[in-house]
């Protein structure tokens, strides 16, 4: 299986997507996560895309697709792939659904996390003060919702276009009540 989990900056995909790597036995593959290691430890790759990020910018699309062409062999050679922060540009899912077609697989389904602004800038703000993230001050955090809807919002078009069943799952309420929703919609889904 190969799912998507899609939602705006501090919707809890990186905190959903763990339960569900655990749950369902799939790989995880979080753009974000790959990008902070590239940043961590002080390569080419990652001193550009430290800047970018830290200016609440999306990171280049080659950039980014190499990356995922790099790992998702690997990744798909067990039960299934969770992508987590990817696609996030149209160019990005047009990619990944070529990347796919060469080995005769598809997206077979997207989790899209539905949670009100104010509540994802009071959850950013937060991790800045628990984590330190350098993308998370409130100029940072304006900037990303609106890369977030001008170039990422796009892709539940062209999913639901391409006929991929696309779930909107309310993301608020405490992580396991978010989890129990997309458990129950990939169980069904997966049967
Ligand atoms: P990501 O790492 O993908 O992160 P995110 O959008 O900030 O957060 P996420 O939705 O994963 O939220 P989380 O679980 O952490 O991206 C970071 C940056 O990398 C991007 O801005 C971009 O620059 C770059 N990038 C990554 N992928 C890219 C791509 N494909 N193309 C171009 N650029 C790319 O949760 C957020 C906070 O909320 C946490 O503190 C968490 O504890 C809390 N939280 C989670 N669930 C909660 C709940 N139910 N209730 C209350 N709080 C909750």
Redesign the pocket.
Known sequence: MIGIIF?P????????ATRVENEFRLAHL????I?RAEVAKGTPTGKEAGR??AA????PDEL?VDIVRGRLPEAEAGAGVLL??????LR?AQALDAMLAQEGHKVDLVVALDVPEADLVA??L??AE?EGRA?DTRATITE?MHEYHGQTEPVLEHYRTHRVPVEMID?????DQ?FERIRRFIGISSR
Request: charge should be positive; charged fraction near 20%.
């Open positions: 939602g900056p501090g919707s809890g995909k990186g905190t959903q979080s753009t974000g996560d990008l970018i990020m609440g910018d999306l990171v980014i987590d922060g990817f696609p996030r540009t990005q959850r950013l937060h991790r628990v993308d990303r993301g608020t309420g405490s992580p978010v």
